[in-house]
Nanobody, 122 residues
Framework: QVQLVESGGGLVQAGGSLRLSCAAS????????MGWFRQAPGNERKFVAG????????NYVDSVKGRFTISRDNAKNTVYLQMNSLKPEDTAVYYC???????????????WGQGTQVTISS
């Protein structure tokens, strides 16, 4: 079955950096657009960044533009989220997701990971 396994979360101070990874199995990874979402306590899960199957296309929510970078390695079946200049408001559980296109991954992914906690202290 399809599995998406996130890693790389943790506790860092404001201004620091983290790199999240999401390893995929059970699907033809290079055929799927991938996305990162986050959910803060008491809030709904929200889209953060997406990347096309080839990696040539990316998009971001405005609040992370210039700070976060999504990338992928199709040879390793892995998608990454490099997060720099982290702020306390970036604190959330971060999830990766997969779908057939960048449009769909943003609104209705077919597959989800279990999430990884990111906590930013002020």
């Amino acid at each position: 079955q399809v599995q998406l396994v996130e890693s790389g979360g943790g506790l860092v101070q404001a201004g620091g950096s983290l790199r999240l990874s999401c390893a995929a199995s059970g699907l033809t990874f290079s055929s799927y657009a991938m996305g990162w979402f986050r959910q803060a306590p008491g809030n709904e899960r929200k889209f953060v960044a997406g990347i096309s199957w080839s990696g040539s296309g990316t998009n971001y929510v405005d609040s992370v533009k210039g700070r976060f970078t999504i990338s992928r390695d199709n040879a390793k079946n892995t998608v990454y989220l490099q997060m720099n200049s982290l702020k306390p408001e970036d604190t959330a559980v971060y999830y990766c997701a997969a779908a057939q296109s960048m449009v769909v991954v943003r609104v209705s992914p077919a597959y989800w990971g279990q999430g990884t906690q990111v906590t930013i202290s002020s």
